[in-house]
Structures are given as structure tokens and as C-alpha cells.
Antibody, heavy 117, light 106 residues
Framework: QVQLQQWGAGLLKPSETLSLTCAVYGGSFSDYYWSWIRQTPGKGLEWIGEINHSGSTYYSPSLRSRVTMSVDTSKNQFSLNLNSVTAADTALYLC???????????WGQGILVTVSS | DIQMTQSPSTLTASVGDRVTITCRASQTITRWLAWYQQKPGKAPILVINKASTLESGVPSRFSGSGSGTEFTLTITTLQPDDFATYYCQQYKSFPWTFGQGTKVEI
């Protein structure tokens, strides 16, 4: 059974860079896409972007200018960088596995990231 | 982007009730729609894919229907474990988008 475990800084100042990593345990790493999704009370679930094992990425157009994702297949890990954060980026950040058809069938535990001066 | 709109935002029900949640897409997504269940402090769980296909292990009291732009999630005989927030998600076209959620509460 696949497990996703994520970590990263939970408190940032405006203009800093958000950096999170998600490790995948169990299951195939190459048969799926790996996404970051964030959740806020006001906007609900917002898909940020995805990466596959070969490093191909798709980013949400609304965040594309600030997002970078990377993958480390030797460790079955993938990472998210979101630069120039503002208070609007305060959210619960979740990593997730998606099937090729883009159904999210396994999720990390989530990290609450707060942006505050 | 395809906008997904759910109604109602909150639904108050009792154990044993039949409840229906609606999800509307801003453009046709044929049947590329999924439903997720989320409980407080937990990650979402995929419940239904392709509008009406139950995921393995999901009780048969859950059902989905619809196509095009209008979809429904129905729970017959609501159980205590079903009180949660439900989200729809379209996977017809990038970027993948979710509804704002429907909270099913007692």
C-alpha cells in the first residue's frame, strides 16, 4: 500500500520561498503522476501542478510564474518550490498521487503553511 | 479553466436519510468527474470516478450519476461515518479543478 509523507517549513515571511518535499513509500513511482494541491477554507481544493518520474511538469496557469517542481527518482521523492509567497499562499499543502487519468487516489498528511510577517 | 460549482454548500441530515449533492461544470466534461470524501484533519478519499464508478471498498449506498455539465452524488441510508465534506473534481481538461465542497452535517 502506498504512503506519502511530506515535510517542509510551516511558517514563512512574505517574499520567501515555500519548499516542500513528499516521499513515496510502496507502489510504483513511474506509473503515476505526482501532484501538489493546496486547501483553504475560502477557495477549497486548488491543484498547483504535477510532475512525473521523468520530470515532465504541468503547472496551474494561475501559479505557473512562481512554481517549480522537481523529482528525485533515486529516493522516490518529489518537491515543490513556490516563490515570492504572500499571505494569500497560506494554506494546507497536500501531495497526492494521481492515476494517468488524473484521479487522486493517495494523499500525504498535509502541511499547514502560514505566511506572515 | 473549467469551473465546478456544488450545491448546497451545507446539507443537514439525519442517520438513515437519503441525500443528494449536485455538481455543475462550466462546460461539458462528458463523464470525467470524480467525487471525494474528506473528514476533518484527514486527506480526501476518492469515492467515485467517471461519474458513477465506485472505488473499491466504497459502500453501495453511494452512487453517482450525470454527464455533460450536471452530476449528482447520492447517499442512500446515511450512516454516521458518512458525515463529511464531499468534493467533485473534473479531469476532462487541464487544469484539474474541484468544486468548493458540500458539508454533510447532522
Amino acid at each position: 500500500q502506498v504512503q506519502l509523507q511530506q515535510w517542509g517549513a510551516g511558517l514563512l515571511k512574505p517574499s520567501e520561498t515555500l519548499s516542500l518535499t513528499c516521499a513515496v513509500y510502496g507502489g510504483s513511482f513511474s506509473d503515476y503522476y505526482w501532484s501538489w494541491i493546496r486547501q483553504t477554507p475560502g477557495k477549497g481544493l486548488e491543484w498547483i501542478g504535477e510532475i512525473n518520474h521523468s520530470g515532465s511538469t504541468y503547472y496551474s496557469p494561475s501559479l505557473r510564474s512562481r512554481v517549480t517542481m522537481s523529482v528525485d527518482t533515486s529516493k522516490n521523492q518529489f518537491s515543490l518550490n513556490l516563490n515570492s509567497v504572500t499571505a494569500a499562499d497560506t494554506a494546507l499543502y497536500l501531495c497526492a498521487r494521481s492515476r494517468p487519468e488524473r484521479l487522486f487516489d493517495s494523499w500525504g498528511q498535509g502541511i499547514l503553511v502560514t505566511v506572515s510577517s | 479553466d473549467i469551473q465546478m460549482t456544488q450545491s448546497p454548500s451545507t446539507l443537514t441530515a439525519s442517520v438513515g436519510d437519503r441525500v443528494t449533492i449536485t455538481c455543475r461544470a462550466s462546460q461539458t466534461i462528458t463523464r470525467w468527474l470524480a467525487w471525494y470524501q474528506q473528514k476533518p484533519g484527514k486527506a480526501p478519499i476518492l469515492v467515485i470516478n467517471k461519474a458513477s464508478t465506485l472505488e473499491s471498498g466504497v459502500p453501495s449506498r453511494f452512487s453517482g450519476s450525470g454527464s455533460g455539465t450536471e452530476f449528482t452524488l447520492t447517499i442512500t441510508t446515511l450512516q454516521p461515518d458518512d458525515f463529511a465534506t464531499y468534493y467533485c473534481q473534473q479531469y476532462k481538461s487541464f487544469p484539474w479543478t474541484f468544486g468548493q465542497g458540500t458539508k454533510v452535517e447532522i
